[in-house]
């Protein structure tokens, strides 16, 4: 009991966030990867799913289409389209598990409500889960750079330049998919979420240069996230690097901190009621 | 000088938008006291442990736990805090073993620590033999003494049960009170919520009776029943309806005529059937029995104690 409560008593004092207890939340998740073959499944097909896009679009339409410029540079359709691809896969990754994870855990399993009868804190809960998805969008970024590699579509310095980027993009679109999450009524509002994500994942500069898009819708989709995922990753796998792509990681930075706040604000005044 | 009571309350409120489910409660508890509160559903109980938890912030009143502030010091508190909620939720993708070391892991404990707690609890309430297994096929006993086991993994001075045995059959039920009474042994102090009388009797050294988010009486079991009923009580069923009550007036010291039955109380309940008798009146069954809470919960808020 003492050995508790003492560490209790210090992490209080210290007033801020525990990275033990961030850690419990997050080996809660891995305790639950032994719980059956489901969760490997859903995980396997989650990192497919860009791989085929790239094969079929990337490598099959850039046949017809030749080369892109990128930069002041012309690059293979395929070179142009994978990096998206790997932000698409860092973003869905991500937003798999907090979205239907967390929203699955939040309002039916009530797995939080148990967990915030212990001294772990909303924002704990929030960090764990981040955490977790982080770990689980670079899995899938780690095997789709090793494709890429392999299939020429980068240099390993290039990959090792962008690995890092995937990471930016899997913490801010996991932040703002986790506090989204926090809203969603139920299951029908899913709908709504993967037309969204389906919606930027078309039109993000994915599968043609922003450039070549209408004044107006140009400037829309600067404003959106998939967009500046895209061109951050892109601008370190295939070039050119440049400044602006601080910008572009300064978008996704402010997302990861907005999206934990309000997510850690919602399920504390949520669930603490 | 006296140390401060584990749990004070006082004029405690809470309100969810307009209504309010605990309208000024003062409640203490000591150290080592197994304390109730019982009550009808909605009387604000779940709603009071739940603040005693530190998992809902007071609207209204003061209240301190282990001498510390829930609000401020919830961390604190809960880190030395067990709690049993009334809807279980346990960690359907963990087993029965992960989902003791899971939560005290929340706690703070080493690994080792965990482990070695988490297989002494489960002997404790004895489930080791399902330790490996997953907790969807528990029946609802054993899901409920793996929650308790839960509340037990950081050691805690306080132990939060609400409703512990609601939905137990009577062997389920007596296997979790003898549990409890160890606890209570232990010098564990006991807040529970009840429905039940017989628990509330066989558990609680003191209780409170709520009704309506309001605290109605106070006291020991035994107190409250000689306080607010007789010792004994007379259960009459007539055939038909009409004013039987009424026929019974000045029997014993006090009727009550429920829908289903007659209840009378007295001091001396073979004298209030010779009494009956002597009226003429003709029950189709007689029941004389001691008095139970279930009395005086009848008698303070005029309603019967049911699920
Ligand atoms: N989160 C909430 N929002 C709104 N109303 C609530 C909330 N929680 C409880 N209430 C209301 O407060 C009242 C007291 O509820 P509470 O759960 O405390 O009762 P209880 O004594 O535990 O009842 P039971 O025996 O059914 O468990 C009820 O009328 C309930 O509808
Ligand atoms: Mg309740």
Redesign the pocket.
Same mark, same amino acid.
């Given at each position: 009991m003492m050995t508790a409560w003492v560490a209790a008593r210090r992490n209080h004092r210290a007033g801020g966030v525990s990275v033990r207890r961030v850690g419990a939340v997050l080996g809660r998740n891995v305790g639950a990867l032994r719980s059956g073959p489901a969760y490997w499944l859903v995980l396997l097909s989650g990192f497919f799913e860009p791989l085929l896009y790239l094969l079929s679009i990337g490598v099959g339409v850039g046949a017809l289409v030749g080369t892109v410029p990128v930069g002041g540079r012309a690059v293979d359709y395929a070179v142009f389209v994978a990096p998206a691809m790997l932000a698409v896969s860092a973003m869905s990754g991500a937003l798999a598990e907090t979205t239907f994870n967390v929203f699955f855990k939040f309002k039916y399993a009530k797995t939080y409500d148990a967990v915030l009868a212990t001294p772990v804190r909303p924002v704990e809960i929030a960090l764990g889960e981040l955490t977790w998805a982080l770990v689980r969008c670079l899995f899938y970024t780690v095997l789709f750079l090793v494709v890429m590699v392999a299939l020429g579509l980068t240099s390993a310095g290039g990959a090792l330049a962008a690995f890092p980027a995937t990471a930016l993009v899997g913490v801010a679109f996991g932040a703002v998919g986790m506090a989204i999450s926090t809203f969603l009524r139920g299951w029908q509002d899913f709908d709504l979420l993967t037309t969204g994500q389906f919606t930027l994942f078309l039109f993000s500069g994915t599968f043609s240069p922003v450039q070549d898009y209408p004044a107006v819708f140009q400037v829309i989709v600067s404003l959106t996230p998939l967009y500046h995922a895209v061109e951050l990753v892109r601008g370190l796998a295939v070039g050119p690097a440049g400044w602006v792509l601080l910008v572009h990681a300064g978008y996704l930075g402010v997302m990861a901190v907005a999206g934990l706040w309000l997510a850690s604000r919602r399920i504390g005044k949520l669930l603490l009621? | 000088m006296a140390e401060e009571p584990l749990i004070v309350a006082r004029g405690l409120v809470k309100r +969810? %938008?307009e +209504?309010t #489910?605990?309208d000024g409660i003062d409640v203490s508890v000591e150290r080592g006291e197994a304390f109730g509160f019982l %009550?009808?559903?909605? #009387? %604000?109980? =779940? =709603? $009071?442990m739940r603040m005693i938890s530190c998992v809902s912030p007071p609207t209204a009143g003061e209240l301190r736990i282990l001498g510390l502030d829930p609000v401020r010091d919830g961390v604190a508190i809960r880190g030395r805090l067990g709690v049993c909620p009334?809807l279980g939720n346990l960690d359907t993708d963990l087993s029965v073993f992960e989902n003791l070391t899971t939560y005290a892991r929340y706690f703070g404990l080493s690994r080792a620590e965990a482990r070695r707690r988490a297989g002494e609890l489960l002997e404790f309430v004895q489930l080791a033999d399902r330790a490996k297994g997953k907790v969807e096929p528990l029946s609802g006993g054993m899901k409920q003494r793996l929650t308790i086991a839960r509340a037990l993994v950081n050691d805690p001075e306080i132990v939060l049960l609400?409703?512990p045995t609601t939905g137990l059959d009577p062997q389920a039920r007596h296997l979790l009170w003898e549990r409890l009474y160890q606890l209570k042994r232990q010098g564990v102090t006991l807040v529970l $919520?009840t429905?039940y009388m017989d628990e509330a009797e066989q558990l609680c050294d003191r209780l409170v009776v709520?009704d309506g %988010?309001r605290i109605v009486a106070e006291g020991s079991p035994r107190d409250l029943i000689g306080r607010y009923s007789t010792p004994e009580v007379v259960e009459l069923r007539f055939s038909g309806g009409g004013d039987v009550a009424g026929k019974l007036d000045g029997v014993g010291e006090r009727v009550d005529a429920l829908p289903d039955r007659v209840l009378v109380y007295a001091r001396d309940g073979d004298a209030a059937v010779a009494e009956v008798h002597r009226r003429g009146l003709a029950p189709l069954s007689v029941l004389v029995r001691r008095s139970t809470l279930e009395d005086v919960f009848l008698h303070l808020t005029g309603r019967t104690l049911v699920d």
């Open positions: 009621v | +969810f %938008g +209504f #489910a605990v %009550g009808p559903n909605g #009387a %604000g109980k =779940s =709603s $009071t009334q609400d409703e $919520t429905h709520m %988010g």
